[in-house]
Nanobody
Framework: QVQLVESGGGLVQPGGSLRLSCAAS????????MGWYRQAPGKERDVVAV???????NYVDSVKGRFTISRDNAKNTVYLQMNSLKLEDAAVYYC?????????WGQGTQVTVSS
């Protein structure tokens, strides 16, 4: 098992930046992939970005060029750097880890984009 704790959410104006962190309770070195998902009110939880154990990344089209996912295996942490934030990026952001047939979620961190 792995526990995930997100941090870094908050209130930001359109065009601003935030960096989310996801700290894992154990080594993430061998975790198949980790990712960030988000859920806006009244909508389903959708994938934003994922990163595999070998460092390969993938993004939903709406955040390409603005968001960057990265991982620091030494710190057991995955990050999501979010730049040029838009109103539509507002949501609860969740960290996810996949290890074989098991998936683990964090508790989420709120990102509010408002002028």
């Amino acid at each position: 098992q792995v526990q995930l704790v997100e941090s870094g959410g908050g209130l930001v104006q359109p065009g601003g930046s935030l960096r989310l962190s996801c700290a894992a309770s154990r080594s993430i070195f061998s975790i198949n992939f980790m990712g960030w998902y988000r859920q806006a009110p009244g909508k389903e939880r959708d994938v934003v970005a994922v990163i595999t154990s070998d460092g390969s990344t993938n993004y939903v089209d709406s955040v390409k060029g603005r968001f960057t996912i990265s991982r620091d295996n030494a710190k057991n942490t995955v990050y999501l750097q979010m730049n040029s934030l838009k109103l539509e990026d507002a949501a609860v952001y969740y960290c996810y880890a996949n290890q074989g047939a098991a998936g683990y979620w964090g508790q989420g961190t709120q990102v509010t984009v408002s002028s």
